[in-house]
Nanobody, 119 residues
Framework: QVQLVESGGGLVQAGGSLRLSCAAV????????MGWFRQGPGKEREFVAA????????DYADSVKGRFTISRNNAKNTLFLQMNSLKPEDTAVYYC????????????WGQGTQVTVSS
């Protein structure tokens, strides 16, 4: 099992920045990749960004490319999401997730952290 705990959400004005963190504990050696997802008010959960745990290759949703950066600290088993130039439409609950294989779905999820961007 892998447990994930997010932190770093909050209220920010449009154009501002926030940095989310996600600490992984448990069987972290089994992690293949981690990602960030978000669910806005009245919307479906959507993919934001993902990173391979060993190689560090990253992928982003088009809506956040150039504004968000995903990174990880393997030694501390921590995932980050640096969010710059935030827009009101970025308002959502942000979840981190982990998967244990390339073809597997995301098996483990955090509880979520609220990000609110005011206009």
């Amino acid at each position: 099992q892998v447990q994930l705990v997010e932190s770093g959400g909050g209220l920010v004005q449009a154009g501002g920045s926030l940095r989310l963190s996600c600490a992984a504990v448990g069987r972290t050696f089994s992690i293949y990749a981690m990602g960030w997802f978000r669910q806005g008010p009245g919307k479906e959960r959507e993919f934001v960004a993902a990173i391979s745990w060993i190689g560090g290759s990253a992928d982003y949703a088009d809506s956040v490319k150039g504004r968000f950066t995903i990174s990880r600290n393997n030694a501390k088993n921590t995932l980050f999401l640096q969010m710059n130039s935030l827009k009101p439409e970025d308002t959502a609950v942000y979840y981190c997730a982990a998967k244990t294989g390339a073809e597997r779905p995301y098996d483990y999820w955090g509880q979520g952290t609220q990000v609110t961007v005011s206009s």
